[in-house]
């Protein structure tokens, strides 16, 4: 499978626990997006990263959460700390370079839930 | 402030017919613009996309229309499945694609 690779599919955390979210791009694509939805809601931007660079942030809530995209590896987002509302879809995406007429592909989302 | 909207959140259609799904945008820097699909607990696939140089992108039974003077672009589904049934979820992104902001998005139900 050469899509966008993410994992768990599903996490349930405890209030106050972290949460980790992989994601591996597409062969060959060095940008990842990270997007939330919230129940009922659409797909809100929360980070834009290629390897070993933060590109755009201006999503990401201002505490707790973080994003990384190392060199070797996938790319993670954490949440520290979590809260109820943090419960959602978090999907990743990926395109092969940051250009004009660039798609983004999406992985398969990681559902957490936070008890 | 909602950059892209759609402002059907859901729209029903018999099959056979067409489906024209409609979304409006704020801001003039976008240039490139792209629909995607979306089943229940998976992700969005892509479905066609298409840039300010154009008015119109053509992929089989989808059409894309962009009027950039009114901000509006629509999608069109010629002859509607039941198994297009899904959120269809419009994207803008500006010059190089940075981040793109989605719409929240509209339900189609496409019925027998």
């Known amino acids: 499978n050469a899509g966008v690779m993410q994992n768990p599919r599903h996490l349930v955390r405890r209030r106050g626990q972290e949460a980790r979210l992989r994601c591996s791009p597409m062969?060959?694509?060095?940008?990842v997006y990270w997007y939330r939805q919230l129940p009922e809601e659409g797909l809100k931007f929360m980070v834009y990263?290629?390897?070993?660079?933060?590109?755009?942030e201006s999503g990401m809530p201002k505490e707790r959460f973080s994003a990384e995209f190392p060199k070797e590896g996938p790319s993670i987002l954490r949440i520290q700390q979590v809260v109820r509302g943090d419960s959602a879809a978090y999907f990743c995406?990926?395109?092969?370079?940051?250009?004009?007429?660039?798609?983004?592909?999406f992985g398969e989302g990681s559902w957490l839930t936070v008890v | 402030d909602q950059q892209v909207k759609q402002n059907s959140p859901s729209l029903s259609v018999q099959e056979g017919r067409i489906s024209i799904l409609n979304c409006d945008y704020t801001?003039?820097?976008?240039?490139?613009f792209l629909w995607y699909k979306k089943y229940p607990a998976e992700g969005p696939t892509f479905l066609i996309s298409i840039s300010s140089i154009k008015d119109k992108n053509e992929d089989g039974r989808f059409t894309v229309f962009l009027n950039k003077s009114a901000k509006h672009l629509s999608l069109h589904i010629v002859p509607s499945q039941p198994g297009d049934s899904a959120v269809y979820f419009c994207a803008a992104g500006d010059n190089y694609g940075q981040n793109f902001v989605f719409g929240p998005g509209t339900r189609l139900s496409v019925l027998p």
């Open positions: 995406a990926s395109s092969p370079q940051n250009g004009f007429g660039n798609t983004i592909y």
């Open positions: 801001n003039s820097m976008f240039d490139y």
């Open positions: 062969k060959g694509h060095s940008h």
């Open positions: 990263l290629q390897k070993e660079n933060i590109i755009d």
